[in-house]
Nanobody, 124 residues
Framework: QVQLVESGGGLVQAGGSLRLSCAAS????????MGWFRQAPGKEREFAAA????????YYADSVKGRFTISRDNAKNTVYLQMNSLKPEDTAVYYC?????????????????WGQGTQVTVSS
């Protein structure tokens, strides 16, 4: 069982930056591939980024590539999403998710555990 708690969301102007954090419980964090997904009002949840359990591979949606960076600190059981050059269309609830020994899937159905989400609002 893994419990995930996101933090770091907020209101930011377009062009600004935010760093999201996701703290995981348990002693097996290093065996989980971690993903960030987001859901805007009236839209389906979509993939943003993933980092494999070893940290060796990172994957990004085209919409965030070059602006967002996913990283992890296994000693702190935490995964991060650094978001730069934010746009109003990045406004969404951001969720982190865990997939044990996953390959970095962009499908939310491949992830076993989810956090409660953190709101990111980008004003124009």
């Amino acid at each position: 069982q893994v419990q995930l708690v996101e933090s770091g969301g907020g209101l930011v102007q377009a062009g600004g930056s935010l760093r999201l954090s996701c703290a995981a419980s348990g002693r097996t964090f290093s065996s989980y591939t971690m993903g960030w997904f987001r859901q805007a009002p009236g839209k389906e949840r979509e993939f943003a980024a993933a980092i494999t359990w070893s940290g060796g591979n990172r994957y990004y949606a085209d919409s965030v590539k070059g602006r967002f960076t996913i990283s992890r600190d296994n000693a702190k059981n935490t995964v991060y999403l650094q978001m730069n050059s934010l746009k109003p269309e990045d406004t969404a609830v951001y969720y982190c998710a865990a997939d044990r020994y996953g390959l970095g899937s962009n499908r939310d159905t491949d992830y076993d555990y989810w956090g409660q989400g953190t709101q990111v609002t980008v004003s124009s």
